[in-house]
């Protein structure tokens, strides 16, 4: 079973960064992707990437502010978030899967492989 292991959450202020690794174990999936849930809201997309191709999606609402890449090199999926904001507040988790699809963004098809997440919370 692959394990998928996240790190890089924290605390920042309303304008800051953070950088968030999701490192894969033993190998990655075909597709890797980030996933939010805050406090009393549903999981919510946020990034993918195309672990042979390269290709990435988003969300609509990133606008630009994060970007998704990856290190084959060390089984690592990264997003760098800039221009955080308080509504990015929430726990982060890394996710895997054979397709990058709209069943993928949706959540559907993953389990169990998501990692136990780590968190994010932006100040005002």
């Known amino acids: 079973q692959v394990q998928l292991v996240e790190s890089g959450g924290g605390s920042v202020q309303a304008g800051g960064s953070l950088r968030l690794s999701c490192v894969a174990s033993p190998y990655m999936f075909n597709c890797m992707g980030w996933f939010r849930q805050a406090p009393g809201k549903e999981r919510e997309y946020v990034a993918a990437i195309s672990t042979r191709g390269g290709s990435t999606w988003y969300a609509d609402w990133v606008r630009g502010r994060f970007t998704i890449s990856q290190d084959s090199a060390k089984n690592t999926v990264y997003l760098q978030m800039n221009t955080l904001k308080p509504e990015d507040t929430a726990m982060y988790y890394c996710?895997?899967?054979?397709?990058?699809?709209?069943?993928?963004?949706?959540?559907?098809?993953?389990?169990?492989?998501w990692g136990q997440g780590t968190q994010v919370a932006v100040s005002s």
């Open positions: 996710a895997g899967g054979p397709r990058c699809s709209s069943r993928f963004f949706a959540g559907e098809g993953i389990s169990p492989n």
